[in-house]
């Protein structure tokens, strides 16, 4: 998701977004790109019924 973006977002919500996840900041595209590459990649290939919670420390589901 692009925040930035217009349509996503109304400019006054800009710049909070990311503000209510533990870490205090929106996750950049290089920070949850190295979990789907190493799902992708052999280096994962005895791994079934996995989720990577790239999150920002956020708990889901538990």
């Known amino acids: ?3 930035f973006d217009p349509c996503l977002l109304p400019p006054d919500e800009v ?7 533990p870490l205090g ?4 595209p290089n920070e949850v790109a190295p979990s789907m590459l190493f799902l ?3 280096d994962a290939s005895h ?14 589901g538990g």
């Open 1 to 3: 998701m692009n925040a």
């Open 47 to 60: 791994m079934t019924g996995q989720i990577l919670h790239s999150n920002g420390g956020d708990l889901i």
């Open 25 to 28: 900041i929106p996750g950049q």
């Open 40 to 42: 992708a990649c052999e």
């Open 15 to 21: 710049t909070s977004f990311g503000n209510s996840v």
